[in-house]
Every structure is written in structure tokens, then in C-alpha cells.
């Protein structure tokens, strides 16, 4: 057993949040970086636009910047979603229209909604990192780009490589850096000065070093355990550990590549739930967050497990009847909605409470079942937190 050191922000006077509950959660997050399986976790929940606690845990401190992995989906979405309410854009809107050179390979029937939904077709297509800032190399990768199924056949979570288009949409429609877009538009004015699409070189010091922790499943447990084993993604040990490498931190992969504090992206989902006041300015209004976050996913559902995915243009809604446990706790609302991230990030809010939590830690889980396990655990403790 390894000692965890622990820092902590403690804000919780007259936020009604029960103290007994908390104590809690935390000794959840602290418990697999005291039995020495993860180097180090930080979580934070967040209320009324402000951070109510945070915590960190092990070998970082309370300002130590995690890779979210897929939690930066949302972050996307959030600045479609701006797009969409400035009129720029419309979720059934097709991808050639804004991008001729992506009519290629058959993929002229995909919506920009499908991008979001993970019904576009294209669900492993290849994308190297670098290439992003050389024009023609992205351009030349769309246009070799074929669908594995036919659009809007099924769902199929796409790791990464809808939202390069995405990125490539926002690009066009505004004349602008993808990246720089998402600073001015969401982040600065939301002061979020710890959450970082595209990392600058001088901040680097600052980020947790991954690591892969804990053994694999083996077939044979997967058998043992009557569960379906999971197919091979993109998502390999080589590629999670590229992001230790500053020059693939610096592109902003669109689909995972962001940086945060876990409280700047607690943060970042009290604005989802408030619309982004801030000082009298809204970045989103409540009518474009009532789009944003609607179910519009129909009657598709996860290949493994047959539960209807629940998704809105860009992020997961929990759900009531068979509900999606993609980094929600059994405590959490309906209407709960977020986006986890690889090795075991969560990043959710709760209308029905006005909280938002989020986990992050630099140990990759090789055991996806323990690794679920623990986030639902977490949110399930966080997210009783209201009294």
C-alpha cells in the first residue's frame, strides 16, 4: 500500500451538500491510489457555478492537468452547438456541403448530426495526429476515407475520427483554428484558464505522466464471465501514451485531446447547466441547450450490450428505463448527461440537482469491468451528494 497524499479546495458552506456523503466519495477516489494500482486521481464537484470541492490525490496536486481523453467530445459539441445557434450550421446539414473534398468512398449521405451520433459509418477510420496542421495531409485523409457500413446503418462508437471532421467543419464555417475558436468563444469567456484544447508548450510541466496499471482480461475471463469480448479500437496503449508526448498534447485532438484540471471541467458542465453566465454574458442560450441536450438517438443501441445509447448532438443522456451507465452512478437523474474519456474519466452534471463532478486520473485501467465498475461507484456517491 502506497501513502496518497492529498490536496485539497474545501467550499462547501451553504452549498447543500450532505458532508457525511462526501466523506464518502472520497474514500472512493481514494481507495486504488492507496492500494497502489493508480499513481494519482483528482475529482471535484461543482454547484451553483462554483466549484463546491475538489480534491487531489496521490502523486499531483490540485493544479496538475490530466489528458480527458473522450470527455473532450463535449467540448466539440459545445462549440457546434454555437454554430447551429448562430445559424451557421444545421445538425442535418451534409458533410459535403461544407467539405467537397469528403464526397469520396460513398460518404456524400453523411449528416453532421451522424458525426455526433456515431452513425456515420466510418467508426476506425485512420487519422495521424501531425497531419492536422498540414492542410492537404487532413484533406487528403478524408477524401481516402470508406465507410465500413452504410451510413446510418447502426450505431458504432467512432473513437476519434468523426470529430476531425467536426474540427474541420468549424474551421470552415468560421475561418478560424478550431482551437482558437473553442478559447475565444467557450473557454475565456467562461475563465476556464485550466482546461486546454491544444496545449501551449508552457504549460507541459503541468500535465500528469500516463501510465498503463492493473492486467488485461484474458478471453478465457471473458468467457468465464459470460461477457462478449469487446472489439479491437484505436484506442491501444501506444496511442494512449502518445498523448505523454508534448507535440501530440499541442494538436487538440478533437475527439480526445484535451487537458484539464478535474475542476475546470466540473466547471465547464455548470455552464452546460446554466447556459454559461458569467458576469450577465451567456454563451449558450437556454434554448440552444434544450436542442444541445436532446435525445435524438431513436431506437439505436450498444452492439455489446443492447441498451439504447441515449445520445444527444455530442453527449450521453443517462436515461431512466434500461439506463446508459457510460460514467453514471444509479443515483444520478434522467436526465444526467456527460461524455467519460479512456482509462476511466467521468464528466457529467445533473439538472435534477444542479450538480456536475468529474474524476480524472493518469492510471489507464488495462480492466475495462473494474474500470466501469469504479465509475459507476463514483457517481453513484456523487452524485447523492445534494442534500
Not at 18 to 43: C, H, M, N, W, Y
Not at 75 to 93: M, R, T, Y
Not at 360 to 386: F, I
Request: charged share 25%; net charge neutral; glycine share 10%.
Amino acid at each position: 500500500m502506497t501513502a496518497a497524499k492529498t490536496v485539497r479546495i474545501d467550499n462547501i458552506a451553504k452549498s447543500g451538500i450532505d458532508k457525511a456523503k462526501l466523506d464518502i466519495l472520497r474514500t472512493r477516489a481514494r481507495k486504488e491510489v492507496e492500494e497502489g494500482l493508480l499513481p494519482s486521481v483528482q475529482f471535484a464537484v461543482a454547484r451553483s457555478g462554483e466549484i463546491v470541492w475538489s480534491e487531489a490525490i496521490g502523486a499531483a496536486g490540485i493544479e496538475t492537468l490530466y489528458p480527458i481523453f473522450s470527455c473532450t467530445k463535449a467540448v466539440l459539441a459545445s462549440a457546434a452547438w454555437l454554430l447551429i445557434q448562430e445559424g451557421q450550421l444545421d445538425k442535418d446539414e451534409h458533410v459535403v456541403d461544407v467539405i467537397p473534398e469528403f464526397a469520396t468512398n460513398g460518404k456524400h449521405e453523411v449528416r453532421v448530426a451522424d458525426l455526433f451520433l456515431h452513425t456515420a459509418g466510418f467508426p476506425m477510420a485512420p487519422f495521424r495526429p501531425l497531419d492536422w496542421d498540414e492542410r492537404e495531409k487532413r484533406i487528403a485523409r478524408f477524401a481516402q476515407w470508406r465507410l465500413n457500413w452504410p451510413t446510418r446503418e447502426r450505431y458504432e462508437y467512432h473513437p476519434s475520427s468523426s470529430m476531425w471532421v467536426v474540427a474541420e467543419i468549424i474551421e470552415r464555417k468560421t475561418g478560424q483554428d478550431f482551437r482558437t475558436f473553442i478559447h475565444e468563444r467557450i473557454l475565456d469567456p467562461l475563465r476556464l484558464n485550466d482546461l486546454f484544447v491544444g496545449l501551449p508548450d508552457s504549460q507541459n510541466y503541468r500535465v500528469a505522466t500516463l501510465e498503463m496499471v492493473g492486467d488485461p482480461l484474458t478471453s478465457e475471463d471473458y468467457a468465464r464471465l459470460n461477457l462478449p469480448e469487446p472489439p479491437e479500437t484505436e484506442v491501444t496503449p501506444d496511442a494512449i501514451l502518445s498523448f505523454n508526448r508534448p507535440d501530440i498534447r499541442a494538436v487538440g485532438v478533437p475527439g480526445g485531446g484535451a487537458l484539464a484540471t478535474a475542476a475546470a471541467l466540473a466547471l465547464f458542465y455548470q455552464a452546460l447547466l446554466h447556459g454559461g453566465a458569467n458576469g450577465g454574458d451567456r454563451v449558450w442560450t437556454r434554448r440552444t441547450l434544450e436542442f444541445g441536450l436532446k435525445v435524438i438517438s431513436g431506437d439505436y443501441k450498444e452492439q455489446l450490450t443492447g441498451v439504447p445509447v441515449n445520445r444527444s448532438l455530442g453527449v450521453i443522456i443517462s436515461g431512466d428505463e434500461r439506463r446508459n451507465f457510460r460514467g453514471f452512478g444509479h443515483t444520478n437523474s434522467e436526465k444526467a448527461f456527460g461524455h467519460g474519456g479512456a482509462g476511466g474519466q467521468i464528466a457529467w452534471a445533473d439538472p435534477r440537482t444542479g450538480l456536475s463532478f468529474a474524476y480524472v486520473t493518469n492510471g489507464h485501467d488495462r480492466n475495462p469491468l473494474r474500470m466501469g465498475r469504479r465509475g459507476v461507484s463514483l457517481s453513484t456517491k456523487a452524485a447523492a451528494l445534494a442534500t
